[in-house]
Nanobody
Framework: QVQLVESGGGLVQAGGSLRLSCAAS????????MAWFRQAPEKEREFVAF?????YYADSVKGRFTISRDNAKNTVYLQMNNLKPDETAVYYC???????????????????WGQGTQVTVSS
């Protein structure tokens, strides 16, 4: 299974930007669809962005966040612009085999998860 390690989290002020990285081990990274989720304190983990056969974003982040990937580097990125305080959360990357894009919004679709990286947005 592919192993995922997130990095790039930290403290940023509201309106600021941050780029998260998720480095994957494995020679078949390109065969996986990748996603970002986040979990704020006292909240359920929520879908943020997906990169597979399609690229898709949660409504709350459209126009501000960009998911991208570099298959040669086995890395997926999440560029986050104009961050809001309520987006303070642990951000996780996740991977699923790219047989289809079915169910990509659901946590249960993903077989591999990183440990998460903390993003704190100050107001």
């Amino acid at each position: 299974q592919v192993q995922l390690v997130e990095s790039g989290g930290g403290l940023v002020q509201a309106g600021g930007s941050l780029r998260l990285s998720c480095a994957a081990s494995g020679r078949t990274f390109s065969s996986y669809a990748m996603a970002w989720f986040r979990q704020a304190p006292e909240k359920e983990r929520e879908f943020v962005a997906f990169s597979g056969g399609i690229t898709y974003y949660a409504d709350s982040v459209k126009g501000r966040f960009t998911i991208s990937r570099d298959n040669a580097k086995n890395t997926v990125y999440l560029q986050m612009n104009n961050l809001k305080p309520d987006e303070t959360a642990v951000y996780y990357c996740a991977a699923k085999r790219a047989y289809s894009d079915y169910g990509f919004r659901a946590q249960s679709a993903y077989s591999n998860w990183g440990q998460g990286t903390q993003v704190t947005v100050s107001s």
